[in-house]
């Protein structure tokens, strides 16, 4: 059974940085992605960054470029989101994901769009983040 745990959330202040981490387990797939996603109260869930695990690519949503990076280690099966120069609208709930079909920019692209409703298959609890400002 896959299963997607997210940690790392909190409360902190604008300008801020937090580390988000995603411990994957049961994964027997040999090409998927890793997206963070996010939804704040009364919007809808957006997609924030992926990884793919076949070459490592990397796509974010233009609203964290700069300040969002993405990254794995594989040994631990975990993904990171680190977020820096938080803003208060970066306030959501944030999801990590699993996709069984791989990544790249055309299902990252999608993703966008869908808020990874159709993209990806497995989708952890969240984990509150709180920017103040």
């Not at 059974?1 to 027997?28: H, K």
Request: proline share 2%.
């Amino acid at each position: 059974e896959v299963q997607l745990v997210e940690s790392g959330g909190g409360l902190v202040q604008a300008g801020g940085s937090l580390r988000l981490s995603c411990a994957a387990s049961g994964f027997t797939f040999d090409d998927y992605a890793i997206g963070w996603f996010r939804q704040a109260p009364g919007k809808e869930r957006e997609g924030v960054s992926c990884i793919s695990s076949s070459d490592g690519s990397t796509y974010y949503a233009d609203s964290v470029k700069g300040r969002f990076t993405i990254s794995s280690d594989n040994a631990k099966n975990t993904v990171y989101l680190q977020m820096n120069s938080l803003k208060p609208e970066d306030t959501a709930v944030y999801y990590c994901a699993a996709s069984t079909r791989g990544g790249g920019r055309t299902h990252w692209g999608s993703s966008l769009v869908h808020g990874g409703r159709y993209e990806y298959d497995y989708w952890g609890q969240g984990t509150q983040v709180t920017v103040s400002s």
